[in-house]
């Protein structure tokens, strides 16, 4: 156990369609990055929240948005869903400090499909 | 810009044999730091180990070992004595500190991933 949660685990959406995925980071975890993972892939950083703030960002087109919030929870939001934004939405955290080992810790992912 | 490359896209063994996963990385950074994760089919991404650019050093842990050679860039992981709960997808992935901001924030460039099958 990562002390990383996702939520949903599964859902199914429209094309067109809005979805808001969530995030609880491991206790005292600070920064929290979101990947996409389509099928048979390798995992792609989406971006990156430090502190309430985006911190970094990949190759995503601005429909792709997110939060961080006090507590270093955090959303991803998807816009005018697509086809292929079918894929496992994984959540990574860490804690942000250089003493820290810079180990990243992944929750179980969102499984998101789109139809 | 940062690339890994895992050229065995699916390896099947029998219970007890040794295997090697390949990972080749490019970058152009002098600091970084590269991992390899576990994926079972549940999806969630289990960290093995993390070694930064500048320890050559080889590390074993049980039946795990890594193997970092800098001068071909590789950073293979090897399984002895495989056994069926090792199946499961493998990646290998490399860091790089280009986000800003404060501590150490880094982001992951994975490779596709290797489908190991360990047979009984």
């Known amino acids: 156990e990562t002390g990383v949660t996702q939520s949903p685990t599964h859902l199914i959406k429209t094309r067109g369609q809005q979805v808001t995925l969530r995030c609880s980071s491991q206790?005292?975890?600070?920064?929290v990055s979101w990947y996409q993972q389509a099928l048979g892939q390798g995992p792609q950083f989406i971006f990156q929240?430090?502190?309430?703030?985006?911190?970094g960002r990949g190759n995503f087109p601005p429909r792709f948005s997110g939060l961080q919030f006090p507590n270093y929870s955090s959303e991803l939001n998807v816009n005018a869903l697509e086809l292929d934004d079918s894929a496992l939405y994984l959540c990574a955290s860490s804690s942000g400090r250089r003493d820290s080992g810079n180990t990243i810790y992944f929750g179980e992912g969102s499984w998101l499909t789109v139809v | 810009a940062q690339k890994v490359t895992q050229a065995q896209t699916e390896i099947s063994v029998v219970e007890k044999e040794d295997v090697t996963l390949d990972c080749v990385y490019e970058t152009r950074d002098t600091t970084y730091y590269l991992f390899w994760y576990k994926q079972p089919p549940s999806g969630e991404l289990v960290f093995l180990i993390r070694?930064?650019?500048?320890?050559?050093q080889n590390e074993i842990s049980g039946r795990y070992s890594w193997n970092f050679q800098k001068s071909t860039s590789s950073f293979n992981f090897t399984i002895t004595a495989s056994q069926v709960v090792d199946s499961a997808v493998y990646f290998c992935?490399?860091?790089?500190?280009?986000?800003?901001?404060?501590?150490?924030?880094?982001?992951?460039?994975f490779g596709k991933g290797t489908l190991l099958t360990v047979n009984p």
């Open positions: 070694r930064n650019s500048f320890d050559e």
């Open positions: 929240y430090y502190r309430e703030e985006e911190n």
């Open positions: 206790s005292g975890h600070n920064t």
């Open positions: 992935a490399l860091s790089e500190a280009r986000v800003k901001g404060g501590g150490s924030n880094y982001k992951l460039t």
